[in-house]
Nanobody, 114 residues
Framework: QVQLVESGGGSVQAGGSLRLSCAAS????????MGWYRQAPGKQRELVAF???????NYADSVKGRFTISRDNAKNTINLQMNSLTPEDTAVYYC????????WGQGTQVTVSS
């Protein structure tokens, strides 16, 4: 069973940046896919970005060009660099891993003020 722990959330003004990290309890080298989702109040959870074990990435249209997902196999961590943040990016951000089963982290709050 993979345990995921997110960190790096917080409050920032519009135009600012944050970097989220997701640490896995075991090697991510063989984890098929890891990604970030977010859920804003009153809205459904949505995909932000994912990265495969081969390093392929995919982004939601709303974050393309602003967010960058990366993985550090040596540290068993994936990261999400978020730039040019807007209030619409305010949400709880969750890390997800697909490795046989689906695993979720507990989430980290990101708040962007105008």
């Amino acid at each position: 069973q993979v345990q995921l722990v997110e960190s790096g959330g917080g409050s920032v003004q519009a135009g600012g940046s944050l970097r989220l990290s997701c640490a896995a309890s075991e090697s991510i080298f063989s984890i098929d896919l890891m990604g970030w989702y977010r859920q804003a109040p009153g809205k459904q959870r949505e995909l932000v970005a994912f990265i495969t074990s081969g390093g392929s990435t995919n982004y939601a249209d709303s974050v393309k060009g602003r967010f960058t997902i990366s993985r550090d196999n040596a540290k068993n961590t994936i990261n999400l660099q978020m730039n040019s943040l807007t209030p619409e990016d305010t949400a709880v951000y969750y890390c997800k891993a697909l490795h046989g089963n689906i695993y979720w982290g507990q989430g980290t709050q990101v708040t962007v003020s105008s």
